[in-house]
């Protein structure tokens, strides 16, 4: 086989595809299915099984192909994750003796790297006694703790289901051994459910191959080999009678959890904001959610907002409620165009401040100086959609002469280059001066755009935690500034 270099063709993966080939492998972790609970996780949003991209990139292994055999080692690398929707592409290299590697490309940036080697010999019909043929029984994703991992061992067994194979990549179904399938969806069930489970991040796997039929009723056996705390990297070794080699993981942060009602009222005197209306774009978590608690136990009233995460909105209204404060939840989306979504902020008496904390996943780009289109993505939160969102409020305030403040938190960024957050900085300095303007030409209006440090949230809980200042006191002293013009 002479070296040649094919490029398929982009495509895409949907949150319905995610979940069929849940079905098929058994790992429902909830990074992959659940949109909601996924974007207070590391990479912000739900993201493409790491085994799902190998299969697809095998099945366009086998496309390249003309005579085709078994695996005999396969190694994968996964360096970045690929969020639901995200356009890859897979360029394929064959060599002599076997040997190929499939690069996963998302706008030409390698994602994923697959190594291996084929078989000479075509054996894809011999399956050995055990093989389960039929989809593994759901099960949940354990919620292991870092303590609970050393030495951690398990086994599961071999699953491989037909139809269901074939449909979503054909070729595999076609050429690929089905034990050596199934054993492959065993490792993203593995990781996904059992080890580290729950809170886990797939980074990679070598394996080799058996090349003789055996039985297969053991399935597949694991145990943790290593782990390394400062880096959260975990190694599992597997073995079966298909396949051994080790896998490596890391664990991940699950999503943080702010500071409570309880907490917040015990620094926050009761009263001290009076009566006053405000509202929260964004309180269903991280600082919007401090915020929201800090305003509604000094006895304001809070209207909060949600776009995806309506169950964290009335987790934190009920919390609010069952300690005594004054707190509502409002479906807004800040991109949206339709004027209808503005009615709540309208109702009723005038709000007199306005909190805004939408933002979307803030990527560094490690790719490039300087990304127009991320800057562009940036600047439709942190301006145009709070530009729509703070004119009605600033209308009402002028024709009823009465005081408003807006707040959007800037970066330290600005003043202290980060690698990578060129284009987040320079969209909140924009921020900063078109607040400036604003501010200029409204007698009752002030603007307020402190530049923050990094603190606790799920946007920073990958981070070291000694370089996260915690959220409260930073937010309580903002909410005093907004409202009584001081801090305390």
């Known amino acids: 086989m002479g070296e040649r270099v094919s490029l398929g063709e982009s495509v895409a993966l949907s949150l ?22 996924a974007r207070r996780l590391p990479f912000g949003s739900s993201v493409v099984h790491g085994l799902h991209l190998v299969m697809l990139a095998l099945n366009s292994l ?6 085709v055999g078994p695996l005999v080692k396969l190694s994968v690398r996964f360096s970045q994750p690929v969020r639901h929707t995200d356009p890859f592409t897979f360029r394929v290299e064959l060599s002599q003796q076997g040997l190929f590697t499939i690069d996963v490309l998302v706008e030409e940036k390698r994602v994923a790297t697959l190594r291996g080697v084929l078989s000479a010999s075509v054996s894809a019909e011999e399956i050995g006694p055990g093989l389960v043929a039929t989809v593994p029984a759901e099960e949940p994703s354990h919620p292991l703790g870092w303590d609970d991992l050393s030495g951690l061992s398990g ?12 449909e979503l990549f054909p070729l595999v179904a076609r050429h690929l051994p089905a034990e050596q399938g199934a054993f492959l969806l065993s490792l993203t069930r593995i990781v996904g459910c059992y080890c580290p489970g729950l809170h886990s991040v797939f980074s990679g796997f070598d394996v ?3 090349q003789k039929g055996m039985s297969l009723a053991a399935g597949v056996s694991y145990r943790v080999q290593r782990c390394e705390a400062r880096f959260n990297w975990v190694q599992i070794g597997v073995e079966s009678p298909v396949a051994c080699g080790t896998l490596n993981t890391f664990f991940r942060s699950p999503a943080v959890e702010q500071a409570s009602c309880v907490q917040v009222k015990a620094l926050v005197a009761p009263n001290l904001y009076g009566n006053r209306r405000v509202v929260v774009v964004g309180g269903g978590r991280g600082l919007g959610e401090v915020v929201a608690k800090i305003v509604s136990a000094g006895g304001g009233e809070v209207t909060l907002t949600y776009h995806q995460g309506l169950a964290d909105a009335l987790r934190v209204v009920d919390e609010i409620t069952q300690e005594g ?4 939840a409002v479906g807004l989306d800040v991109l949206s165009k339709d ?25 560094l780009n490690a790719w490039s100086p300087w990304r127009r289109d991320l800057f562009n993505h940036y600047c439709r939160y942190y301006l145009d959609g709070f530009l729509r969102l703070a004119q009605p409020l600033v209308e009402q305030s002028a024709q009823q002469k009465k005081r408003l403040v807006l707040v959007q938190p800037s970066t330290i960024f600005v003043q202290q280059p980060e690698r990578g957050a060129a284009e987040y900085a320079a969209a909140k300095a924009a921020l900063e001066t078109m607040a400036a303007h604003l501010q200029a030409s409204h007698t009752h209006l002030e603007l307020l755009t402190p530049r923050l440090d990094r603190l606790r949230t799920d946007q920073t809980a990958s981070l070291d935690e000694s370089r996260c200042a915690t959220a409260l006191p930073v ?3 903002l909410v005093n500034r907004a409202l009584l013009g001081r801090t305390c």
């Open 16 to 37: 319905a595809m995610s979940r069929q080939f849940a079905t098929l492998s058994g790992d429902g972790n909830p990074l992959h299915l659940d949109p909601e609970q």
């Open 208 to 210: 080799e191959f058996a």
């Open 155 to 166: 086994c599961t067994p071999l699953y491989w289901e037909p139809a269901l194979a074939a």
């Open 325 to 328: 404060g004054r707190a509502r």
């Open 339 to 363: 004027e209808e979504i503005l009615r709540p902020l309208r109702a009723g008496e005038p709000f007199e401040a306005l909190f805004y904390f939408a933002t979307p996943r803030i990527d």
């Open 475 to 477: 937010m309580i002293d």
């Open 62 to 67: 086998y496309a390249c192909l003309g005579q």
